[in-house]
């Protein structure tokens, strides 16, 4: 049975980040699966993502993905998505501060029907590391 794209989606925000379950990323991951995300570099396969995925929950409290928009096309799909968590572990370098932190980014997938094949997550950084406290906005460009 084929699976549709944003049913792959919803279980991989819903279950594998949001309660960190490795069962489900190793389920839904296919093995070749090639992740590239804003807040890290590219990893391989469920193992590689599993990596991250461990790095990001002991640097974020609590951290939550919410879907906001899914738009689906054939085996491709595009989600908006707010991101959560509370800073408690070392992220971009920086010491747990305790503050609540969000963002918004897109995520770009390819599935194969049944497998999430990869994914490529374009998350607001600059704003991350505002509230972070280590980033400044960026002067406008001259015209």
Same mark, same amino acid.
């Given at each position: 049975?084929?699976?549709?794209p944003? $049913? !792959?989606?919803?279980?991989?925000?819903h279950? +594998?980040?949001?309660?960190?379950?490795?069962? +489900?990323? $190793?389920?839904?991951?296919?093995?070749?699966?090639?992740?590239?995300a804003?807040?890290?570099?590219?990893? !391989?396969?469920?193992?590689?993502?599993?990596?991250?995925? $461990? @790095?990001?929950?002991?640097?974020?409290?609590?951290?939550t993905?919410?879907?906001?928009?899914?738009?689906?096309?054939?085996?491709?799909?595009?989600?908006?998505?707010? /991101?959560a968590?509370?800073?408690?572990?070392?992220? /971009?370098? +920086?010491?747990?501060?305790?503050?609540?932190?969000?963002?918004?980014?897109?995520?770009?997938?390819?599935? =194969?029907?049944h497998?999430?094949?990869?994914?490529?997550? !374009?998350? =607001?950084? =600059?704003?991350?590391k505002?509230? @972070?406290?280590?980033?400044?906005s960026?002067?406008?460009?001259?015209?």
């Amino acid at each position: 049975m084929t699976i549709s794209p944003s $049913r !792959l989606i919803e279980r991989f925000y819903h279950e +594998v980040w949001n309660q960190a379950d490795e069962a +489900v990323a $190793r389920e839904i991951l296919h093995p070749g699966f090639r992740f590239r995300a804003s807040l890290g570099p590219e990893k !391989l396969g469920p193992a590689g993502f599993i990596e991250y995925m $461990r @790095l990001i929950h002991a640097a974020l409290a609590s951290y939550t993905c919410t879907i906001e928009e899914i738009i689906e096309q054939g085996e491709r799909a595009a989600a908006r998505m707010r /991101f959560a968590g509370l800073h408690q572990g070392v992220l /971009f370098g +920086v010491a747990p501060t305790g503050r609540q932190i969000a963002w918004s980014g897109a995520a770009f997938f390819t599935t =194969d029907g049944h497998q999430i094949t990869s994914l490529w997550v !374009l998350g =607001d950084v =600059d704003a991350v590391k505002h509230q @972070l406290g280590q980033g400044h906005s960026a002067p406008a460009p001259n015209p």
